[in-house]
């Protein structure tokens, strides 16, 4: 069992509360992890004694965590106070529901929001913390953009910190948790009850949106950015568990990418249309054009090949039709979430 969660265990009795308990055992040392782990983040709003929100990022097989009084915002201006308190397991990233009177903790916990992190900086995250200096970048559904966690020296036991709004295209003075008590675990994903869906037929081809060149870039928190992956753009069109790939202009694709065809088993839906892009990686992980280049003018016999030794990528970005709806009349922050 890991050591960094005796805590955790001591201050529970799980037999009297629906918190997760621990893992009995720990992940054996030199046993890989699945690249999907690793770089979680939750932040769950706790309506205790005293209402908080608590911040965890996934580091080293836990949840490292705090409790942040006021809650994350995404002004700039503003300096939370964040306490560093025990380590929660990963489990407890997807709890939801009201721990008892006389528990430790007691109240309602929802999950406020969720999504992935990234490290920013030339310092290990090793590193980093040890100088009480943490940067990364949030990818959430209410949280976007870089962030910091800074130790505050000579306050209390150690144990207080500031959590920094950098910045960026997501910052926005004002802004307050508050306005937005939803929760991301329980959001509607009934496109039926979102606004702007439109009941239709799937349909048999649709025209992607194309980049419009401008002088300059547009500043402000109502735009979004995408990057340029430097591929062949491409519709994704799912059906009966079936794939059917389409170019910019209406031409199949599916002969040139066969390793594609397993796209259906990642998408929770009965039917859908994606927008993105097939993307080449070179050996550090950047897009390649010239990569991508041969597999664009595979015949059907060399795909299969190509395929094993130039695989491709397909990158998602938007999601245009899903389970009978039509969703380009949906806000496009709402059709990233349901994506």
Known sequence: MSKSLDEYRRKRRFERTPEPPP???????GVARSPSTGNRFYIQRHSARRLHYDL????DGTLRSWAVPKGPTLDPAEKRLAVHVEDHPLDYGEFEGTIPAGNYGAGTVTVWDK???EWLGEKTPAQQWEAGDLKFRLHGQKLMGEFALVRMKGRGKGNEWLLIKKKDFAAKPGWDPESDLSSVRSAASDPAQISGAVRAEMPSKLTPMLAAIGGALPVGAEWVYEVK?????ALCFMEGGKLRLVSRSGKPMDAQYPDLATIVDSIAAESAVLDGEIVALDERGGPSFARLQPRMMASTRSAAQLARSQPVTFFAFDLLYLNGYDLRRVALTERKRLL
Do not use: K
């Open 56 to 59: 965890r990022l996934e580091m």
């Open 23 to 29: 893992p009995r055992v720990a992940q054996p040392p």
């Open 115 to 117: 999504g992935t992190y």
């Open 229 to 233: 992956w430097d591929g062949v753009r």
